[in-house]
Nanobody
C-alpha cells in the first residue's frame, strides 16, 4: 500500500492543524494505522494509532487530550486532528500502516508515507 500524507504547515502555539493520509489500494481497511513524528536530531516517535475498524484509538501521553486520530475506510484515509499545538510538537509527521496492534515502535509498521512538516511557532 502507498501512503500520501498532507496538511502540515506553520501555525502559532495554541492553534490547530488537521493532517490527512490517503492510501492507495483496496486493502486499507485491513491495516492498523498510526502517526509518528520526527523532530530534527531526534528519533522517530509514536504519536497515535487506530485499529482497522476505527475503534481503540491509542495515544502517546504527550498528545493525549490534544490530538485525535480517526479514519474513513470508505475514503482510504486516516486523519490526525491536532489542537492546542505547542512548540515541542514541531516535527515531520509520518503516517504508517501495519498489522500489529498496538504498535508503538516504528519497526512494527510495514508501510510509510513521505511525511508532512508541522512547525509551531511560540
Amino acid at each position: 500500500v502507498q501512503l500520501q500524507a498532507s496538511g502540515g504547515g506553520l501555525v502559532q502555539a495554541g492553534g490547530s492543524l488537521r493532517l490527512s493520509c490517503v492510501a492507495s489500494g483496496r486493502t486499507f481497511s485491513s491495516y492498523n494505522m498510526a502517526w509518528f513524528r520526527q523532530a530534527p536530531g531526534k528519533e522517530r516517535e509514536f504519536v497515535a494509532a487506530i485499529s482497522r475498524s476505527a475503534g481503540n484509538p491509542y495515544y502517546d501521553d504527550s498528545v493525549k487530550g490534544r490530538f485525535t486520530i480517526s479514519r474513513d475506510n470508505a475514503k482510504n484515509t486516516v486523519f490526525l486532528q491536532m489542537n492546542s499545538l505547542k512548540a515541542e510538537d514541531t516535527a515531520v509527521y509520518y503516517c504508517a500502516a501495519g498489522s500489529i496492534w498496538v504498535g508503538t515502535r516504528a519497526r512494527q509498521y510495514d508501510y510509510w508515507g513521505q511525511g508532512t512538516l508541522v512547525t509551531v511557532s511560540s
